[in-house]
């Protein structure tokens, strides 16, 4: 236990660096769909469950992390998509809006897989420190 209390607290640590960067900030602000505060809420509960001592559901949600985060991958590139009129390409303002909506849709494929990854290899390193 003292392993794991040691692990999180050095992940808990870089999260407050990152935070204190505003990277944590700009990931959650970026991501429109708002599915990482889903991937963020599953990660914070499954950590709960990992120091209760119920550890049975840890394979399960590491799967479940990346893929929710697969997901906003595909929600973002079909925001991203769905955005563009090729009709209003012939105009700078149209080329602008297009890009506005490329980029939108981008920060929410991006910064949810991110968010997904990341969650999923903390919960990984606990289930190797915890024999799992």
Request: hydrophobic share 60%; with cysteine.
């Amino acid at each position: 236990m003292t392993r794991l209390a040691i692990l999180n607290f050095a992940f808990a640590c870089f999260l407050a660096w990152a935070a204190w960067l505003g990277y944590i900030q700009f990931v959650f602000t970026h991501d429109v769909s708002h599915l990482s505060y889903g991937i963020a809420a599953l990660f914070i509960a499954s950590l709960a469950g990992i120091f209760l001592g119920k550890t049975s559901h840890i394979e399960r949600v590491e799967v479940w992390l990346v893929t929710l985060g697969l997901i906003g991958n595909l929600i973002g590139f079909v925001l991203a998509m769905h955005g563009i009129d090729t009709g209003a390409l012939g105009t700078a303002e149209g080329v602008q809006k297009v890009a506005s909506n490329l980029l939108a849709g981008m920060g929410v494929a991006f910064c949810s897989s991110l968010v997904g990854a990341v969650a999923a290899l903390w919960i990984s390193v606990n289930a190797w420190v915890i024999g799992k």
